[in-house]
């Protein structure tokens, strides 16, 4: 029985006890209602563990996929990002206020806007910790996918015969 069936089959045969509890129904019959019951609540659960397999599927599909294409800019544009995420931040915070002081103008920093915050942090965090793990000698794949860098190939050379 995997994880996700435990997650969501928890309890139930409690349920199916007190739902069948609540009916007035003879031995035989109040069996043969919570085998039922039963079955179909089992199936359920089946159907969702299969869908949520189908959607990890599809989604390693597309890792794998963007990570074996030949384009490397792709692969690794989470740097260019990183790059330009702190270019605006200081052309907006410490150029423009320089500026502004050099010409005697009133001026305010632009505030950038909070998705740019959200989604710039989100990209330096979990490309920072890839990377740190990185350092580390890690490596699988999910590392590969956070840092852009192939799992590295071992040498056949060396292997005994």
Same mark, same amino acid.
Do not use: C
């Given at each position: ?14 349920? =199916? ?39 990890? =599927? ?5 890792? =794998? ?15 260019? =990002? ?80």
């Amino acid at each position: 029985m995997s994880w996700m069936t435990s997650l969501f089959s928890m309890g139930i045969g409690k349920i =199916v006890k007190d739902v069948s509890g609540a009916f007035d129904l003879t031995g035989e019959k109040k069996h043969a209602f919570e085998l039922s019951l039963e079955q179909s609540l089992q199936k359920r659960d089946s159907e969702l563990e299969e869908t949520f397999r189908a959607e990890l =599927v599809a989604k390693e599909r597309v890792l =794998v996929a963007e990570l074996q294409q030949g384009d490397n800019y792709t692969k690794r544009a989470r740097p260019t =990002v990183v790059y330009a995420g702190l270019v605006f931040i200081g052309i907006n915070y410490v150029l423009v206020p320089i500026m502004a002081r050099f010409f005697n103008l009133p001026t305010d920093p632009i505030p950038l806007p909070p998705e740019f915050w959200y989604g710039w942090s989100g990209i330096v965090g979990t490309w920072s910790i890839g990377r740190s793990l990185e350092r580390r000698g890690a490596r699988n794949r999910v590392l590969g996918a956070i840092t852009g860098t192939p799992k590295p190939q071992t040498s056949r050379l060396m292997e005994p015969a």
